[in-house]
């Protein structure tokens, strides 16, 4: 498990890389957008399932297509929010036998 979330960061990191990097590119950056928002939004709902992998795929969208947002790292805030914020899964409650003997 740990290495999983490791990677899923290292990938975080990597596409918000790439995201930001279209703000540097003048002039065709933000014709990049139109193409790299679709494709974040992909990899957001691949790399977190769920309803909060679909909604945080809608603000990935938002946020790269919309002028001066891509510097917010929206696939680190994911993970963040991820493994530090969200509740985790409660396990079911096994009932447990217990033998006497008198």
């Known amino acids: 498990m740990k290495k999983m979330?490791?990677?899923l960061l290292?990938?975080?990191i990597l596409y918000d890389a790439v995201g930001m990097a279209t703000t540097f590119i003048p002039v065709v950056g933000p014709f990049l957008d139109l193409f790299w928002a679709p494709?974040?939004?992909k990899k957001m709902t691949q790399m977190y399932k769920g309803s909060t992998g679909k909604v945080a795929a809608v603000i990935v969208f938002l946020e790269e297509i919309l002028p001066f947002?891509?510097?917010?790292p929206?696939?680190?805030l994911m993970w963040i929010y991820t493994f530090?914020?969200?509740?985790?899964?409660k396990q079911a409650?096994?009932?447990?036998?217990v033998e006497v003997n008198e």
Do not use: N, W
Request: glycine residues 0%; aromatic residues 18%.
């Open 5 to 7: 979330k490791f990677k």
């Open 10 to 12: 290292r990938q975080s």
């Open 39 to 41: 494709y974040a939004a």
């Open 69 to 72: 947002t891509d510097v917010i």
């Open 74 to 76: 929206t696939f680190t």
């Open 84 to 89: 530090y914020f969200a509740a985790e899964p």
């Open 93 to 97: 409650l096994q009932p447990i036998e």
